[in-house]
């Protein structure tokens, strides 16, 4: 009975997971003929926009050629009328100097025929009829007389649609999630020279395998990409997964989005959780800031006993009441002199990375890991639940790690934001400089339970940044450390540019043993 059961769950299973297939390819039918209308009536809006341009750039030229003609039409006239001007005004001296001339030849007074010769001479010498050129200035023949379409109607014949551009192809292998960026790389099918750029669009999902037609997130774009490959940069990786398509665009046409890929991009997020922050600490969704009026009125019994015969700031430099850690049900928040607040999420496995950023002018801060028993009066590394690095610049500067009321003064500059590493697993927790990733300090531990983020702040604030990837130049050096175990009898069979960087980082702090449990 019960094996048929377990037999009917197996294809009530497989039913409701083909149900779900095939609704969503219904969903992606129905959004694709919606589509197809829409961009049918683009494309003959798009058509007639193309001819419309075409008539208007030949209507265009053809205003443009026409006043060239009648530019031309006007200036030949005119030459041509001055001459016929000028030629009329001689013929009509030439008559009268002829006239004039047939005349004297009449004269039989030879003085009279000489004086009369004489004048005709003078004036045949200035006749206009001599000095002009018997040549028309301008030609019957138009300059600018016809226009030959005889290579461009052929062309204009052989007209035809500009294919659309093929679906592209992402290829996985190239893909590449590193340092809070993403890089998604795609070829071509079939090689189009015509193609002028691409769209890739993505969007952040939990769901693993094919996208959804429907889903929590909308679609982002980056437009106007030139090239076959691009990096997504400043990401907050807040889903365990990313969607990703891409589609090739020439000057009239988009093409088909290429299949769609989801890529992980698993990373540790949380926030503070408030229901265990000190009455003195403010919290909000990423930051956690001292405020040294929010705890009065509040818990007074406490604080009296707490901070009885003394005015003013309480130091966290006091040793805390020491007290049996008490259950999470029985404890509300951090009280007394631990200034503290704990991460929301806990790490039962695996390799998390966040980074904290202190204000500047922030007093005493630590930055670390705890088990959520941790007792409500307890300050952080001052018991064996709680590992932390500490920054004190009240009166005296000092920097530290503790664990168990033990402290190693670290023999470096306090940086400006702390980068938090936890291989859970391998029971290693880590701290380095956020910004050049050098190490810090490292506790080795063998957690018996799930840990948490912790903090203490005194006289200042803390900025959380999570979503991170755990960074490349960190998982270089845990797989470097964890590699060689330490032995610099090792690095010599190494490649000597990773001796180099293992001979850097036998400059840092070394793992604390002395802080271990």
Same mark, same amino acid.
Request: with cysteine; net charge negative.
């Given at each position: 009975?019960?094996?048929?059961?377990?037999?009917?769950?197996r294809?009530?299973?497989?039913?409701?997971?083909?149900?779900? %297939?095939?609704?969503?390819?219904?969903e992606?039918?129905?959004?694709?003929?919606?589509?197809?209308?829409?961009?049918?009536?683009?494309?003959?809006?798009?058509?007639?926009?193309?001819?419309?341009?075409?008539?208007?750039?030949?209507?265009?030229?053809?205003?443009?050629?026409?006043?060239t003609?009648?530019?031309?039409?006007?200036?030949?006239?005119? %030459?041509?009328?001055? /001459?016929?001007?000028?030629?009329?005004?001689?013929?009509?001296?030439?008559? %009268?100097?002829?006239? #004039?001339?047939?005349?004297?030849?009449?004269?039989?007074?030879?003085?009279? #025929?000489?004086?009369?010769?004489?004048?005709?001479?003078?004036?045949?010498?200035?006749?206009?009829?001599?000095?002009?050129?018997?040549?028309?200035?301008?030609?019957?023949?138009?300059?600018?007389?016809?226009?030959?379409?005889?290579?461009?109607?052929?062309?204009?014949?052989?007209l035809?649609?500009? *294919?659309?551009?093929?679906?592209?192809?992402?290829?996985l292998?190239?893909?590449?999630?590193i340092?809070?960026?993403?890089?998604?790389?795609?070829?071509m099918?079939?090689?189009d020279?015509?193609?002028?750029?691409?769209?890739?669009e993505?969007?952040?999902t939990?769901?693993?395998?094919?996208?959804?037609?429907?889903?929590?997130?909308?679609?982002?774009?980056?437009?106007?990409?030139?090239?076959?490959?691009?990096?997504?940069?400043?990401?907050?990786?807040?889903?365990? #997964?990313m969607?990703?398509? +891409?589609?090739?665009?020439?000057?009239a046409?988009?093409?088909?989005?290429?299949? &769609? +890929?989801?890529?992980?991009?698993?990373?540790?997020?949380?926030?503070?959780?408030?229901?265990?922050?000190?009455?003195?600490?403010? =919290?909000?969704?990423?930051?956690?800031? !001292?405020?040294?009026?929010?705890?009065?009125?509040?818990?007074?019994?406490?604080?009296?006993?707490?901070?009885?015969?003394?005015?003013?700031? *309480?130091?966290?430099?006091?040793?805390? +009441?020491?007290?049996?850690?008490?259950?999470?049900?029985?404890?509300?928040r951090?009280?007394?002199?631990?200034y503290t607040?704990?991460?929301?999420?806990?790490? %039962?496995?695996?390799?998390?990375? !966040?980074?904290?950023?202190?204000?500047?002018d922030c007093?005493?801060?630590?930055?670390?890991?705890?088990?959520?028993?941790?007792?409500?009066?307890?300050?952080?590394?001052?018991?064996?639940?709680?590992?932390?690095?500490?920054?004190?610049?009240?009166?005296?500067?000092?920097?530290?790690?503790?664990?168990?009321?033990?402290?190693?003064?670290?023999? =470096?500059?306090?940086?400006?934001?702390?980068?938090?590493?936890?291989?859970?697993?391998?029971?290693?927790?880590?701290?380095?400089?956020?910004?050049?990733?050098?190490?810090?300090?490292t506790?080795?531990?063998? #957690?018996? /339970? &799930?840990?948490?983020?912790?903090?203490?702040?005194?006289c200042?604030?803390?900025?959380?940044?999570?979503?991170?990837?755990?960074p490349?130049a =960190?998982?270089?050096?845990?797989?470097?450390?964890?590699?060689l175990?330490?032995?610099?009898?090792?690095?010599?069979?190494?490649?000597?540019?990773?001796?180099?960087?293992?001979?850097?980082?036998?400059?840092?702090?070394?793992?604390?043993?002395?802080?271990?449990?």
């Amino acid at each position: 009975m019960d094996s048929q059961k377990d037999a009917l769950q197996r294809i009530i299973a497989t039913l409701a997971n083909k149900n779900e %297939e095939l609704q969503n390819f219904i969903e992606t039918l129905n959004h694709t003929l919606g589509r197809v209308q829409v961009n049918s009536t683009q494309v003959v809006s798009d058509l007639e926009e193309e001819f419309d341009t075409l008539y208007s750039i030949l209507d265009e030229m053809k205003e443009s050629m026409t006043n060239t003609i009648k530019q031309d039409t006007v200036r030949k006239s005119h %030459e041509l009328q001055n /001459q016929l001007t000028q030629s009329t005004s001689a013929l009509e001296s030439a008559e %009268e100097l002829l006239e #004039f001339a047939n005349n004297a030849l009449h004269i039989t007074d030879e003085g009279d #025929f000489t004086k009369a010769a004489k004048q005709i001479k003078d004036r045949v010498t200035m006749a206009p009829a001599f000095r002009l050129t018997l040549k028309p200035k301008a030609t019957d023949n138009m300059t600018h007389l016809m226009v030959d379409f005889s290579q461009e109607r052929p062309l204009l014949q052989g007209l035809k649609f500009l *294919p659309v551009p093929r679906a592209p192809e992402i290829v996985l292998g190239d893909c590449l999630v590193i340092d809070n960026e993403v890089t998604v790389a795609w070829r071509m099918p079939v090689e189009d020279s015509k193609i002028d750029h691409y769209i890739l669009e993505y969007r952040k999902t939990c769901h693993e395998g094919l996208p959804r037609v429907k889903d929590e997130q909308c679609w982002e774009m980056v437009d106007d990409v030139k090239s076959t490959e691009h990096t997504l940069q400043g990401l907050r990786f807040d889903t365990k #997964f990313m969607n990703f398509r +891409v589609r090739a665009c020439n000057k009239a046409a988009a093409g088909d989005y290429s299949d &769609p +890929v989801t890529l992980e991009t698993r990373a540790f997020n949380f926030g503070f959780d408030s229901t265990s922050s000190h009455l003195n600490l403010k =919290v909000e969704d990423r930051s956690v800031e !001292w405020d040294p009026q929010g705890g009065k009125g509040v818990d007074s019994k406490v604080k009296g006993k707490e901070n009885k015969g003394r005015s003013g700031t *309480p130091s966290p430099k006091r040793t805390s +009441v020491t007290r049996s850690p008490a259950p999470r049900g029985a404890r509300d928040r951090f009280t007394g002199e631990s200034y503290t607040v704990l991460g929301d999420t806990s790490m %039962e496995s695996g390799q998390h990375y !966040w980074e904290v950023k202190p204000q500047k002018d922030c007093k005493s801060y630590s930055v670390g890991l705890a088990y959520r028993n941790l007792g409500k009066f307890e300050q952080l590394g001052k018991t064996n639940i709680s590992w932390c690095i500490h920054v004190n610049n009240w009166l005296q500067n000092s920097f530290a790690a503790k664990h168990n009321n033990k402290a190693k003064n670290l023999d =470096v500059a306090a940086p400006d934001s702390i980068g938090v590493y936890c291989d859970f697993d391998r029971g290693q927790l880590s701290f380095y400089n956020a910004e050049n990733k050098q190490l810090l300090h490292t506790f080795k531990v063998k #957690f018996t /339970q &799930p840990v948490v983020p912790a903090f203490m702040v005194w006289c200042g604030g803390l900025t959380l940044s999570t979503g991170l990837q755990i960074p490349s130049a =960190v998982r270089s050096f845990q797989k470097t450390e964890n590699g060689l175990g330490g032995s610099n009898s090792s690095i010599s069979q190494q490649d000597p540019a990773v001796a180099c960087d293992i001979c850097l980082y036998d400059k840092l702090p070394s793992v604390d043993s002395s802080l271990m449990p």
